[in-house]
């Protein structure tokens, strides 16, 4: 044991905690796309783990081709606004349940991916192409910063744009669509915007990574789902914890984020801890797992207090009454 901890470097950790946050930024913005489907459509989507790896497929296609590495980004996004529209589709005009409708529109962006690429994976000389999202180790605090940029535009955009008429009419739609459908909103169109827009931002995540990387690969996105689970999970749960559970909508999207950024930070302490890399999908379910069941077990914590508290009181109250029909019985007696 003594060896164990002796073989552990502090400094090797702090080393590797720069690339968790620019990892945990990346998989922020995948966590956003998540959100907007999970908590704010109230919908199960699975087509996460193939437009993840549709963005990043297309940006790198694309940038081997000779395009512009931020246009790329924009084109990685438009593929994955396509996919969440045909598992909209799927799902409302096809009556198919949305996390069936979203594991078909997975399956076929395999193949669709297998496609794009050609092959399993592709790569880019990084000495040929510059990239501004590298994991360089002499640029990878710019890398951090740009990251962080646009994550922060992100979630304007999305304060802005669910605070519309039709944003509002998206969050009506998750919240209560029978009601929604019944003040005239077509929540089949806000299903199919929302998934779409979802995904985009899914995409676009997959395609940052990938210029990240210096590489796509098909199975890039296997597992997406969980972890933007976990970052969802994690950034409410610490949400409630520092702020509290009536903030802002934009703070909640801003924990979404952090919640990514906390997710890689645990991974890279576990692999610091030389954990073998082929547990690491156990940990995330595990992870994922505790942070799911905070809030019930917090919930339940506080019922259980709330009842205990409340059978207290009316205790105290019939205990009350009693002493006051004892008094009042006296004082008749006396009187008479």
Known sequence: MLTYFSSL???????????????????????LGVYLTFRVLDLADLTVDGSLSTGGAVCIMLVLNGWNPELALIISFAAGLIAGMVTGFLHVQLGIPPILAGILTQISLYSINLNIMGKANQSV??????????????HLWFTIALTALVCALIIAALYWYLGTEQGSAIRATGTNPNMSRAQGINTDMMKIIGLALSNGLVALSGGILS????????????????????????????????????SNFAVKLLFVVLGGVAYYLVY??????????????????????????????????????SRAAKSSEEAISSH??????????????EEN
């Open 125 to 138: 000389n990084i000495n040929q192409v510059s990239f501004h999202f590298t994991s360089n180790v002499n």
């Open 211 to 246: 210029q990240y990387q210096g590489f796509a690969d098909i199975n890039m996105g296997r597992g997406a789902i969980v972890i933007g689970l976990a970052a969802v999970i994690i950034g409410e749960v610490l949400g409630s914890a520092i702020v509290g559970p009536r």
């Open 268 to 305: 890279v302490f576990v692999l610091w801890l030389k954990f073998p890399a082929d547990d690491m999908k156990l940990l995330t379910a595990i992870v994922v797992a505790i942070f799911l069941a905070v809030p019930y077990l917090q919930s339940k914590r506080n019922s259980s207090f």
């Open 320 to 333: 009350k009454q009693v002493v006051n029909q004892g008094a009042s019985s006296n004082l008749d007696k």
């Open 9 to 31: 470097n502090p400094a090797a950790l702090l080393n590797a905690c720069p690339g968790g946050i620019a990892q945990g930024l990346i998989w922020g913005i995948m966590a």
